[in-house]
């Protein structure tokens, strides 16, 4: 049997999440079929990390098993002619039997997106969260530094993680904003993007750093809070999930030994 990882992008406005589950319509479903129709294998897809209903991918990495002999230059091309238009593979090669997509990564980067604009964009309304208010930038950056190394981040997870600890390290955790034309970061307005990247997110994570970060820059929070909420390891004492469709999985990274240094296709 050969092993076959993936790189791929979707917009997950209309699917119920990557990951397989009872009702269907998800990308990982559509990404079997395809495979189906194009070697006539039912396979199991392994992703990197399960993206919830709504949440979108740039760099999401997945792999299967096929004893399929189609060279695997031509699976991305072959696949995305077999895939809807919202889901697109960029690359796939043949890696080592041992390779999982999942246990093998070393890092993972996230996104989330807000637009602090008056009014919403109408283009960007599936992949970026509205907040018709002005922000405090500068606070949530300094809110966010306190994020920064490693933790256990019980007060930023969701009650039903499974996980059997909650300590993860965070490389970055840093907000960039695009102020366009007629933005001013003084005046709180523009698209921010939060961005983390560390070794591991457990559920629901970046939406909740999302969400009590957000409650910074609206001035409901002091950015030292943050420190504090997270020596409470305490999920009551953090902000809300931030809605889902603001974020987006950027970027996947694996050690050199499996011999993949993809980034993500967009910026």
Known sequence: MRNIALLISYDGAGYYGFQSQPGGNTVQDKLEEAIHMLAGERVKLTGSGRTDAGVHALGQVANFY????????????????????????HAAVEVAEAFHARRCAVRKTYRYSINSFRFPDVFARHRVFHHPAPLDFGAMREGLTHLLGEHDFTSFTSPLSTKPHHVRTLYEASLAVDTAMTGSEQAGRGIAH???????????????????????????????????????????RSGPTAVPHGLTMCAVQYGPEWGLNWRPPYN
Do not use: C, H
């Open 194 to 236: 939060i961005t983390v990247s560390g070794n591991g997110f457990l559920y629901n994570m970046v939406r909740i750093i999302a969400g009590t970060i957000l409650q910074v820059g609206e001035g409901k929070r002091r950015p030292a809070e943050i420190a504090d909420i997270l020596a409470a390891k305490s999920r009551a």
């Open 66 to 89: 096929t004893a399929s002999s189609i060279p695997a230059e031509r699976w991305a091309v072959a696949l995305n002619s077999r895939l809807p238009d919202d889901i697109v593979v």
